[in-house]
């Protein structure tokens, strides 16, 4: 089984930086699409950023420009980098590794609070 650990999350200025990790662990067979989810309380879960197979990324529209993910094969891990961020990005943030037929794995998500 796939073990998904998270970590990079926690308290920033409106405007700073943090640079979420996803360390995977076990057999990534039938994997496309690797991702980043966020969630805050009382909201729908939303997809945040995702990268399939062959290098293709996708963005929300209210991170695009200011969120990049990208993956380093050799270490299995999967990186979002949030700059500019603002006190709406503040959720659980959880990573997300996902095959075409639908099936997948979730991290135990991070906190990231923005917060002056």
């Known amino acids: 089984q796939v073990q998904l650990v998270e970590s990079g999350g926690g308290l920033v200025q409106p405007g700073g930086s943090l640079r979420l990790s996803c360390a995977a662990s076990?057999?990534?067979?039938?994997?496309?699409?690797r991702a980043w989810y966020r969630q805050a309380p009382g909201k729908q879960r939303e997809l945040v950023a995702a990268?399939?197979?062959?290098?293709?990324?996708n963005y929300a529209d209210s991170v695009k420009g200011r969120f990049t993910i990208s993956r380093d094969n050799a270490k299995n891990t999967v990186y979002l980098q949030m700059n500019s961020l603002k006190p709406e990005d503040t959720a659980v943030y959880y990573c997300?590794?996902?095959?075409?037929?639908?099936?997948?794995?979730w991290g135990q998500g991070t906190q990231v609070t923005v917060s002056s």
């Open positions: 076990g057999s990534e067979f039938g994997i496309t699409t």
């Open positions: 990268i399939i197979t062959g290098g293709r990324t």
């Open positions: 997300n590794l996902a095959s075409s037929a639908g099936w997948g794995y």
